[in-house]
């Protein structure tokens, strides 16, 4: 499986950005399906994910300026970040997972693009 995100850059504090994650290769159905970031100095943190049935869970700090979103039949997550904070700087990450990801973690992993949000 092979997952190839899009869609980094460089905002001012208060713009919008929007990444797109489309998983190519050996696919069966995915369960979760979801974007992490890791800032510089951090740990990497989920950002969010959506299940196959449509459920989604956000990172308390971007509930209301972020939206995951997903089409089962093309295997592509999106995330659409509004109202950036320059504290949302981090290389995001697309990831997914056949299973329960909150009890078993995610199967694949992209290889990250870089989201700078200046003051």
């Known amino acids: 499986v092979q997952l190839q995100a899009s869609g980094g850059g460089l905002v001012q504090a208060g713009g919008s950005l929007r990444l797109s994650c489309a998983a190519s290769g050996s696919i069966f159905s995915f369960n979760a399906m979801g974007w992490y970031r890791q800032a510089p100095g951090k740990q990497r943190e989920l950002v969010a994910v959506?299940?196959?049935?449509?459920?989604?869970n956000y990172a308390d700090s971007v509930k209301g300026r972020f939206t995951i979103s997903r089409d089962n039949a093309k295997n592509t997550v999106d995330l659409q970040m509004n109202s950036l904070k320059p504290e949302d700087t981090a290389v995001y990450y697309c990831t997914v997972g056949y299973s329960d990801y909150q009890r078993y973690g995610m199967d694949y992993w992209g290889k990250g693009t870089l989201v700078t949000v200046s003051s």
């Open positions: 959506i299940t196959s049935g449509g459920s989604t």
